[in-house]
């Protein structure tokens, strides 16, 4: 009798204080909801490629110091008291208000729960609203949707969702891989963006799992033309594997912690000391050896030859083991069939069982950095008369990073031949149109900002048909080497569409000086080509298509240049389209002419009127 009433006792008393609770907290949500009483802070989310913010993610707080301060405490109180809808509009209201008010440039991303966009009591239209009354545009907003609660109605979300493009807003996914429907919502909602869940980012670097799991998404992230951000980084090791996997936004405590004044540059100094590799072309990333690098836990080198043994016996698919120091640098490599050979041996583990396995390593393995192209480790390879079965060891600044087959390099190398072969133009091999193609879009896909130009050779016809085809091929072997020239210390991309026509991307604002400078090179170099009459008239008579003669200048360069927007332009048939567009005006002089197109976007649309006229 005693023991029940001192239960009932204990639990009156919590249900009492559980009621207390829970009513301080509804007037503590209530008083934030009436006084708007929400402080929104902003995390920078960074282009390390192309070295700009892209935007920022807004951050809801409650009152300092207040159990609802934390944003868990705060959405979760909300939803008991079915009050999330009131919350999440006045922290996006508050979020557009300050974003404006701070003069941020780039996309301003909003965190929205799918239930409360499915909640038929939300006010439908009330982001369009509040964007137009603080005057921000619906494009410069994205849309998260996060991931990590279960949507019963995946029909009316994806309608929901729709509806939100329709405004202009763009759609992002938030913490991928954390929740409920992962890969069906991905190729459902057909997101702009894909924000990879930080449990995926951290010790990535240190995880073979987590490091296949982001290659898998940035290969279906190139399939479907989305952007993938990795949030959560707050350590170095993981920025650079993230950089090298391809991974071109970034957002964490390493690079800046969420603030009301965050900044507004991208050398900001929570950036100073790390450093970033400039984006190469998409069509040559794959042919670096960081990219073969399979993982496998070194030895020390003190390590007893014993223990390596049971190292090799535990896990048959083992061959080579790298040998580190202290400092994680590799010293030697250990091979399994010398170890075994050894072993067998009259008396071999009387004498090397407690030996370290710096006495039967290989002390001068081929080592290489991440960074290394394929072509370079392929020369190493048969300079040195590698055996095919043995394994090379691959660093991350001095540190030891992995080891790659032999063999799977070589077959690595042959494929990627074959691959540029097939999409590279025979006469200059360099990349064709597939490439090109894969060029803009990757550019396009990650909104790295790029100029194009399209170069093209004028009053050739005559010449190849005066001088010959052996010349004609001359020229344009000429054309494509000063280009290549040209553009070798800027980050660039150098393709041959095919005949006399090259496109060159940009990534910096380099593009006029150096499509000058080819213009200059190409017309002092090309009159090797010509003899010294037609050089000394600055050209020649030839017929024309319709047999009348003409007199046909030297060969000069028409180069249209454009700077695509990237709002405006969604693929790379566009941009090639305003390249395009620009190189026909260039066309119009009859010497060399570079032209800068001011249009950004594709050329309206034209509508056929009933009185036969047109209008745009």
Not at 457 to 473: E, I, V
Not at 584 to 600: D, G, I, M, T, W
Request: with cysteine; proline share 4%.
């Amino acid at each position: 009798m005693k023991l029940s009433y001192t239960l009932d006792t204990l639990a009156a008393s919590l249900f009492k204080y559980w009621s207390v609770k829970v009513n301080y907290q509804l007037a503590i949500l209530e008083d934030i909801l009436q006084n708007s009483a929400i402080t929104t802070l902003f995390q920078p989310i960074f282009d390390i490629s192309g070295q700009q913010i892209l935007g920022y993610e807004a951050l809801s707080r409650g009152p300092k110091s207040c159990v609802l301060e934390m944003p868990s405490a705060l959405f979760s109180t909300a939803v008991y008291f079915e009050k999330i809808s009131e919350l999440e509009l006045l922290c996006r209201s508050k979020a557009i208000e300050n974003f404006v008010n701070l003069k941020l440039q780039g996309k301003l991303f909003l965190n929205v729960s799918p239930k409360t966009l499915l909640d038929p009591c939300h006010p439908k239209g009330e982001t369009l609203h509040l964007v137009e009354h603080f005057g921000l545009a619906a494009n410069r907003v994205v849309i998260e949707v996060t991931e990590q609660e279960k949507v019963d109605d995946g029909f009316l979300l994806l309608k929901t969702i729709g509806h939100y493009r329709k405004l202009g807003f763009s759609i992002a996914i938030d913490d991928l891989g954390a929740g409920y429907s992962g890969l069906k919502q991905w190729s459902e909602l057909c997101p702009d963006y894909v924000k990879i869940d930080r449990y995926f980012i951290d010790h990535c670097d240190e995880s073979v799992v987590k490091k296949e799991f982001l290659k898998s998404i940035i290969e279906l992230a190139k399939v479907t033309n989305t952007a993938v951000i990795a949030e959560g980084i707050e350590r170095v090791e993981e920025l650079s594997l993230l950089e090298g996997l391809g991974i071109m936004h970034a957002q964490g405590f390493l690079l800046e912690r969420p603030s009301q004044s965050p900044s507004t540059q991208f050398n900001s100094k929570q950036l100073q000391g790390l450093s970033f590799t400039p984006p190469s072309n998409q069509f040559d990333q794959s042919l670096v050896i960081g990219r073969l690098a399979v993982e496998h836990v070194p030895i020390d080198w003190q390590t007893r030859c014993k223990d390596a043994h049971n190292i090799f016996e535990k896990n048959k698919s083992i061959i080579s083991l790298a040998v580190v120091n202290e400092e994680n640098a590799p010293i030697g490599l250990l091979h399994k069939d010398q170890l075994t050979e050894v072993f067998a041996a009259p008396y071999g583990h009387a004498l090397y069982d407690k030996r370290p396995v710096t006495a039967l390593m290989h002390k001068q393995p081929l080592v290489v950095d991440e960074n290394q192209p394929l072509d370079t480790v392929s020369q190493q390879i048969t300079e040195n008369d590698f055996d095919i079965r043995r394994h090379i060891i691959i660093t991350r600044a001095g540190r030891y990073l992995g080891l790659a087959p032999l063999r799977d390099i070589l077959k690595h190398i042959t494929a990627e031949k074959i691959r540029h072969a097939q999409h590279a133009n025979p006469l200059t091999m360099l990349p064709g149109n597939v490439a090109i193609n894969e060029a803009i879009e990757s550019r396009l896909r990650v909104k790295n900002g790029f100029s194009l130009a399209y170069i093209d050779l004028n009053h050739f016809k005559q010449f190849n048909d005066l001088y010959g085809y052996a010349s004609g091929d001359s020229v344009i072997k000429l054309l494509a080497d000063v280009t290549v020239q040209a553009c070798k210390d800027v980050p660039s991309f150098v393709g041959h569409i095919g005949g006399d026509d090259f496109m060159v991307v940009f990534d910096n604002d380099q593009a006029v000086a150096v499509c000058n400078t080819i213009i200059s090179n190409f017309e002092l170099q090309s009159r090797a080509f010509f003899t010294p009459e037609h050089i000394a008239s600055g050209g020649y008579w030839a017929s024309n298509r319709e047999g009348e003669k003409q007199f046909v200048p030297l060969l000069t360069l028409s180069i249209g240049v454009v700077e695509p927007d990237l709002d405006q332009c969604i693929n790379s048939h566009q941009v090639a389209a305003l390249a395009t567009d620009a190189k026909k005006e260039a066309k119009r002089y009859r010497h060399s002419y570079l032209f800068v197109c001011n249009r950004r976007g594709p050329a309206p649309a034209v509508v056929r009127l009933s009185s036969d006229k047109q209008a745009v």
